[in-house]
């Protein structure tokens, strides 16, 4: 036996080196894009996604109904899945959409006897001329599907779900949906939002409605995790009182304090709250016409009431500055952003962003809440953790890929490794906001919060091999979502670094995206990037997205600079299964 699976093995290496494209990928890593396991309230929960295919078709292909003058988005994308997967429409669902400045995107799922499939969803993207340039799918072919009519009441199945996931019911109305299971089959669910303020459980349970068995979660809540406990004295003060009409008055009309209907004169407005507790403990101007000047003391506690404002101030002025930065690339209403009010620009209003400043709850310093689009993001940073711009700006930034990916459900990164780029976005966007110049140094993450210079995460992001030596091959080693997401956030520095190579730094980059300097075209592909890629994408899914998001807004003319910056990091021509390519296309 020993001996055969020493033979196997051997055979198993030679088979992955003649054909890197193609070969299995490494047993230990396997399951990165379908799989992940959670620890929740009583259980161990394995969840389940299939894996999604992604085409990505450069300047475009017909569809259907590319003939037609004025195409409707939803037929289209309807005729289009149906005939690329070679599926009948009765089987596909239109679930949302919206234009983009350069493309228009769909987003449908799989549907049987008319109800919906909670993990067999694609996406389609067109460009301006009307083809399609991008195309990812989950759908399934189950092998066997549940009766459509549930024989387990509602009632008893949120009683398991409560039980199970330590949590209650919220207000959300449960819904019907089949789920495909790893088995090829297909269950009939009970999806139930399940929430507990004080572990900060925030999910979606599966439950079977002919067995009444817990089948898998959502999990709406990206949680952080420091390699060290946080050092309270070290705080860095940062210049929020000397700020003057922040507000970009393009991505936020009525400014931070306002929803068009009701003003405030406090951490309240249409994109945020920033709150301590209930969110009727905010914090208030400190005089006249919206003037927030608190003045940190670091030797003092941080539930002193200054440093309490200093926190609510701070917390409140980086999320809308997030907000309005990533409004202007492409984070808008109809994008599913979080916003109360969304002056009638499309998507779900009433889910500004919360913000539960040194939140007594928990044990982790920070995390963020992703439900789908109509329910508020909820961050919750501890202590110094919202006196610190990259935390807040990791966090936040978790609500953009969560609702950017897969059409604002809040489902389409919870695989390990599309969880881990989660991680790796949220870090990348804080290294791009943090720059003042052309020049790319090594980027340290969280370095105040734990009064360490090397930070919270394993490396500093750097385009030196040498400080930095992770690459796509190293996530066949990783298991934790944190640990993969360095991966990812140092091969986009890369991309960052070689961007602004080419074409310069723009310093005024956060309100003028019209410019074509690099830092402007990295944050470009990044947003567009989101919403062209699959439901839970893998590594090289998310790559293939930003060279057709080059595609689509600048003609491909950054197309060698993208594969050569992905291929330094192992994410070249045929990188898959965790194994490196360093290949770029012949024409480069
Ligand atoms: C597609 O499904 C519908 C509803 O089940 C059915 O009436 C129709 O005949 C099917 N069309 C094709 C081409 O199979
Ligand atoms: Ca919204
Ligand atoms: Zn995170």
Known sequence: MVSFNKFFKSVLLAVMVASSATAAPYPGSAKHATHRTRELGKVTVETFNPKSTFETFGG????????????????????????????????????????????????????????????AVANVAFNKN????????????????ASSTPTVPLADAISK????????????????????????????????????????THVEAFIDAHSGELLSITDFVARASYRVLPITEEIPTQGFSTLTDPADTTSSPDGWHSDGTTSTTTTAGNNAIAFKGTQTSVTSQSSANLNFVFTQDASAAPTTQSNL????????????????????YGFTEAAFNFQNNNFNKGG?????????????????????????????????????GALENDIVVHENTHGITNRMTGGGTGRCLQTLEAGGMGEGWSDAFADWTEKTSAAVPDYVMGQYVINDPAGIRSHPYSTSATVNPLRYSSVATLNEVHNIGEVWANT??????????????????????????????????FLDALALQPCNPDMPAARDAWIQADANRFAGANRCILWKAFASRGLGVGAAGHRDSTTIPADC
Not at 131 to 136: L, N, P, R, T
Not at 501 to 510: I, L
């Open 492 to 525: 986009l520095h890369n991309v960052y670094a070689a961007l602004v190579a080419a074409h310069g730094f723009s310093t005024t980059a956060r309100t003028n995206p019209t410019g074509t300097e690099g830092n402007i075209v990295h944050l470009h592909l």
């Open 60 to 119: 475009g292909i017909d569809h259907p109904l590319s003939k037609r003058a004025n195409p409707d988005l939803e037929e289209s994308a309807v005729e289009f899945v149906g005939s690329r997967l070679g599926v009948n429409k009765s089987t596909i669902k239109f679930k949302s959409g919206f234009n983009g400045d350069v493309a228009t995107h769909a987003f449908v799922k799989q549907s049987h006897d008319g109800i919906p499939f909670a993990n």
């Open 309 to 328: 404002d200093a926190a609510r101030t701070n917390a409140f002025f980086v999320v809308n500055t997030v907000h309005d930065i990533a409004y202007r």
């Open 348 to 384: 779900k209003g009433n889910d500004r962003v919360t913000i539960s400043v040194q939140s007594s709850a928990g044990t982790n310093n920070a995390d963020f809440s992703t439900p789908p689009d109509g329910q508020s993001g909820a961050m919750r940073p501890q202590r110094d």
């Open 161 to 200: 779900a409560e039980e199970l996931l330590d949590g209650k019911h919220n207000d959300i109305t449960p819904t019907i949906e089949f789920l495909a299971l790893q088995d090829g089959s297909a269950a009939l669910t009970h999806v139930i939002q399940i929430q507990n303020e004080e572990t900060g």
């Open 130 to 145: 009307n083809k399609v340039v991008a195309f990812g799918s989950s759908f399934v072919k189950p092998t066997k599907i």
